[in-house]
C-alpha cells in the first residue's frame, strides 16, 4: 500500500458540504465485509442464517423508512447483509458441495483441466534438500473439467497449484493446462475447492488470449531492459514496482525492505495506479482536454495497467475507486474520497468475495481511509503551527498511512517497523517518477527497445535511492521489533496506538509517553543481550542451530547421552553443539531423509563418540546421500538400521515411536516424495511429547493425518523449517504449547512462512526459531513448558 504519488492529499480528502467526513456508505462497507467474513470462516450456514435475518428485518424496516433518516440507512445497510450474505452462503455451499472437496480431505488423484488465473509464482520456501532445483510455484486456477473413469465432466471451482518452477515457470495467465495432481484441503478462509499439489509438467498446454500475450511480452521487454541497465536490486525493485514481478529481487534486499517498512514497494500496488492515472490527466490537462476526454484518457490507462500488472487486491480496489471517481469527473459531480472507497470495497467484496481474508486488500483499504481521513486533518493542523503546506503534506502522508496499517502488519508478521514513517519519508518522493518512467519503458520496449533502455536509465537514480534507504534505515539499531502476532496482537497495537494519539492532544501526556518510552528502552534493551548460563540444567531436548537444517538432541536421562535427530548441513556446527551440552555417547542417531541439510552434520556427529547405530527410513533416495551416509556410518563402526511405522525404542527417559511412514509401496523418484518419506517420530521425554516432523509436505502430512494416530504433542517440530506447504488441519490437531523452527538466518528459501508462523500463533502457540534465538533448551518444571536460549 504504497504512500508514493499521493501528494495531494489535501484536495484527495475533501470534506462534505456542512465540514463532516461523508460517512453514508462507510456503515454498508463494513457490513458486506463482516458478513463475507462470516461466511468465509464459518461455512454457508452461518451466512444463509444472517441472510434470512435481514430478509426478516426488511419490512421491519420498511414501514418506518418515509418518515426517518436512519431508517432510511438501516435499510440500505440491511438491502447489503442479505444480497452479500445470500451470495457467499450459495459460494460456499457450492464449494462444500464440490466432487473434489471430499476427495481432497481423503488425499486422493486426479486428473483435471484448468486455466490459469496468473502465471506461476515462484515460493522461496519452496526448495528442497538445499538446492534450487525443486523450487516450488503457486498459480491460481479456474477448474473446466475433471476426469471421471476415462471421460471429462464439466467442473467449475477456483483450485491452488503447487507445482515445480523450473517446468511451469513460462506459462501465463490464460493458459488452459491439463495435469495429474495429488487433492489437497485448502486452508480456511477463502473460495477454493482443492489444492492440487503437481510434481510434474503439464500434460498438455494450450496458448494463451492474445490480449494475455501482448501483456507477458510488454513484461518481458521491461525485464530485458532493466537487465540491460541495472543492477539486479534496482532491476528487480523496478519489474516490482510496474508489473509486480519480484522473482529476481535479492533476499537480502527483501529482508530489508521488511525491516525499513518499505515492504509495499516490493510489488505493485493500489498507489502505482493512481501514480499512472495521476501522470495521464496532468498530460491531458496540460493540452486543455475536457472532463470527458480525460476520464476516458485515465479509464484507458487504469485498465492497461491492472492487465498489465495483474488483478492484485490493492490494484483492483484502486481501480474500482479509480472508475467511480472518473465517473462523478465525467458526471461533473464532486463526490467525496471516502463514499468512493466504501463503493470500492462494496462492490469488490460483491463480485469478488475472497478479497475479504486478503492481507494485501485490508493493507490497501486501510492506507487509503488512512489518507482520506486521518492526513488532511494533520496536514491542516500542521500547516497551522507555520508548516508549509507541501511539507506538511509529505509529513503526514507516511505517518498516517503507518499509523492505520501498523496493526495489520504486527498481526500478520508479528514485528513492527520503528523507522518506517521515515524511510517512507524519504523513499516516497521518487517512486512517483520511477514508476511513471519503469510504465513508459514497458510501453514503447516492443517497438523501441533503446527508448526503453533510456527511460530505465534514468529511473536508476531514484532506485538506488530507494535502494539505499533501505539498507541503510534497516541497519539502525532497533529498526524492527518483536510484536505479538495474530488478532490479539494487532487490536493491542490498535489499542496503543489510540492511546498514543489521544495522549498527544495534552502536553503533560506527551511528557508522560516520552518517559514511559524511554524507561522502557532502559528495561528491555538489556533484557535482550543478557543470556542465561548454558547449557541448562535438566533440559529435554535441544533445537541446535546449524544453520539452514535440522538437528534436535533428546535426553535419555542418561549423563552424557542423547539420541540425535538428523545433523544439519555441516558437520562442525552439529558437532559443537554436542560438546557444548557435553554429549559422549549416541545410542542412536536418526536421519529422517536424505538431504543434505539433514545428513551433511553426520561425520561431525560421529567423531569422537561412542556411537551405536544410524537409522534411515526405507526411502534410499537420492543415491549420493545413501552412500555418504553408509561410508561415514561404516567408518566410525556404527550399525545401520531401517526405521518405519510402529517401531518403539526406549530409553530410561525417553520413548521413541515411529508414525510414518509405512514401507513405500512405490519406487520415490521425486524431490517431493523423498520429503513426506521423511521419518515422523513421536518422542515421550519424561513428560514432554515432542512432534518430529522432518520435512513432510502437503501429501506426507494428509496421509499422517488419516493415519488414525494420537498426534497432540506439547512441543511441535514445524515441518520443512516452517514452509508454506504445512496443512493448517496439522498445526490444529497437535495442537502445540511449543512450536519450534529449525531455520537458517537469511536464507533465501523464504523459511519460515509468515502464514505458518502467524498460524500457530493464533491457535495459541509459542513460536521459537532458531535463526532468532540460537540453540533453544525444552524443560518442564512445576509450571509447565519452559525455554532456555543460548543466542
Not at 475 to 503: D, I, K, R, Y
Not at 694 to 721: F, N, T
Request: glycine share 10%; charged share 15%.
Amino acid at each position: 500500500m504504497s504512500t508514493a504519488g499521493v501528494g495531494t492529499v489535501g484536495r484527495i480528502g475533501q470534506r462534505h458540504q456542512h465540514g463532516t467526513v461523508d460517512l453514508r456508505l462507510v456503515p454498508g462497507a463494513v457490513a458486506v465485509w463482516v458478513v463475507t467474513l462470516t461466511g468465509l470462516l464459518w461455512g454457508w450456514v452461518p451466512a444463509a442464517i444472517v441472510a434470512v435475518a435481514a430478509l426478516v428485518a426488511l419490512p421491519l424496516v420498511w414501514g418506518t423508512a418515509r418518515s426517518s433518516r436512519w431508517a432510511n440507512g438501516m435499510l440500505a445497510v440491511l438491502t447489503l447483509i442479505g444480497v452479500s450474505a445470500f451470495g457467499i452462503a450459495v459460494r460456499m455451499h457450492q464449494i462444500e458441495q464440490h466432487p473434489l472437496r471430499a476427495e481432497a480431505e481423503r488425499g486422493g488423484r486426479a486428473s483435471v483441466r484448468a486455466v490459469l488465473d496468473d502465471a506461476p509464482e515462484p515460493l522461496r520456501g519452496a526448495s528442497y534438500g538445499g538446492t534450487r532445483a525443486g523450487a516450488r510455484a503457486v498459480v491460481r486456477a479456474e477448474l473446466e473439467a475433471v476426469r471421471v473413469e476415462d471421460r471429462w465432466v464439466r467442473a467449475g471451482g477456483a483450485v491452488l497449484l503447487l507445482v515445480p518452477t523450473h517446468q511451469w515457470r513460462h506459462l501465463i495467465a490464460g493458459r488452459r493446462v491439463t495435469v495429474e495432481a495429488t487433492l489437497l484441503p485448502p486452508r480456511g478462509g477463502d473460495l477454493l475447492v482443492a489444492v492440487l499439489a503437481v510434481y510434474e509438467p503439464p500434460e498438455t498446454v494450450s496458448a494463451a488470449p492474445e490480449w494475455q500475450r501482448i501483456a507477458e511480452n510488454l513484461r518481458q521487454g521491461l525485464r530485458q531492459a532493466a537487465a540491460a541497465v541495472l543492477d539486479p536490486a534496482a532491476a528487480g525493485l523496478l519489474s516490482g514496482l510496474v508489473v509486480g514481478d519480484t522473482s529476481e529481487l535479492p533476499q537480502e534486499v527483501v529482508h530489508e525492505f521488511d525491516t525499513a517498512g518499505l515492504a509495499h514497494l516490493n510489488a505493485v500496488s493500489g498507489a502505482n495506479l493512481a501514480i499512472v492515472c495521476g501522470a495521464v490527466l496532468l498530460l491531458f490537462g496540460l493540452i486543455r482536454a475536457g472532463p470527458v476526454v480525460s476520464a476516458l484518457g485515465a479509464g484507458a490507462a487504469m485498465l492497461g495497467f491492472v492487465v498489465l500488472a495483474g488483478a492484485e487486491p490493492s490494484v483492483l480496489r484502486a481501480a474500482v475507486m479509480g472508475a467511480l471517481t472518473l465517473l462523478a469527473l465525467v458526471l461533473g459531480r464532486h463526490r467525496s474520497a471516502l463514499p468512493a472507497l466504501s463503493a470500492g470495497v462494496i462492490l469488490l467484496l460483491l463480485l469478488a468475495p475472497g478479497l475479504a481474508t486478503s492481507a494485501g486488500f485490508a493493507l490497501s483499504v486501510a492506507a487509503t481511509a488512512a489518507l482520506i481521513v486521518l492526513a488532511p486533518a494533520w496536514s491542516a493542523a500542521l500547516h497551522a503551527r507555520g508548516v508549509p503546506v507541501g511539507v506538511a503534506e509529505a509529513l503526514v502522508v507516511p505517518t498516517a498511512a503507518h499509523v492505520a496499517t501498523a496493526p495489520l502488519v504486527a498481526a500478520l508478521s508479528g514485528k513492527v517497523s520503528a523507522v518506517s514513517v521515515l524511510a517512507n519519508l524519504l523513499a516516497g518522493p521518487v517512486v512517483a517518477p520511477a514508476t511513471v518512467l519503469g510504465v513508459v519503458a514497458t510501453v514503447i520496449a516492443p517497438l523501441w527497445s533503446r527508448g526503453a533502455e533510456i527511460c530505465v536509465w534514468l529511473a536508476a537514480p531514484e532506485l538506488e535511492w530507494v535502494l539505499a534507504v533501505a539498507h541503510h534505515a534497516s541497519a539502525l539499531p532497533g529498526a524492527a521489533f518483536a510484536w505479538p502476532s495474530g488478532v490479539g496482537g494487532g487490536l493491542l497495537l490498535a489499542g496503543v496506538t489510540l492511546v498514543v494519539l489521544a495522549g498527544f492532544r495534552s502536553r503533560r501526556i506527551r511528557w508522560s509517553l516520552a518517559v514511559l518510552l524511554l524507561l522502557a528502552g532502559v528495561v528491555l534493551v538489556p533484557a535482550r543481550v543478557i543470556r542465561p548460563g548454558w547449557p541448562v540444567p535438566g533440559w529435554n531436548m535441544v533445537a541446535c542451530d546449524v544453520g539452514q537444517g535440522d538437528s534436535l538432541i533428546l535426553a535419555t536421562g542418561v549423563p552424557g547421552e542423547a539420541v540425535v535427530v538428523d545433523t544439519g548441513p555441516k558437520p562442525g556446527v552439529v558437532d559443537a553443539c554436542l560438546r557444548r551440552l557435553g554429549i559422549e555417547r549416541i545410542p542412536l542417531v536418526i536421519l529422517t531423509h536424505l538431504h543434505a541439510d539433514h545428513i551433511g552434520g553426520l561425520s561431525g556427529v560421529l567423531d569422537g563418540r561412542a556411537v551405536g547405530s544410524v537409522a534411515l527410513s526405507e526411502a534410499r533416495e537420492p543415491t549420493w546421500a545413501l552412500e555418504k551416509v553408509r561410508r561415514d556410518t561404516r567408518a566410525a563402526g556404527a550399525a545401520l538400521v531401517t526405521l518405519s511405522a510402529g517401531h518403539q525404542l526406549r530409553w530410561p527417559a525417553l520413548r521413541l515411536e515411529v508414525l510414518a511412514p509405512a514401507e513405500p509401496s512405490t519406487p520415490i523418484d521425486s524431490e517431493g516424495e523423498v520429503n513426506d518419506a521423511s521419518l515422523v517420530l513421536m518422542a515421550t521425554i519424561r513428560t514432554v511429547r515432542v512432534l518430529l516432523t522432518g520435512d513432510i509436505e502437503l501429501q506426507g502430512q494428509a496421509r499422517l493425518l488419516g493415519s488414525g494416530r494420537d498426534l497432540r504433542a506439547d512441543v511441535l517440530k514445524v515441518p520443512h523449517h516452517g514452509s508454506r506447504y504445512t496443512n493448517p488441519r496439522l498445526l490444529e490437531v497437535v495442537d502445540p504449547r511449543l512450536a519450534m523452527i529449525s531455520v537458517g538466518h537469511g536464507n533465501d528459501y523464504g523459511h519460515p512462512s509468515p502464514l505458518i508462523v502467524g498460524a500457530l500463533t493464533r491457535a495459541g502457540a509459542t513460536v521459537l526459531r532458531t535463526d532468532q534465538e540460537g540453540d533453544i533448551a525444552v524443560l518442564a518444571g512445576p509450571q509447565g513448558l519452559r525455554t532456555v536460549s543460548r543466542g
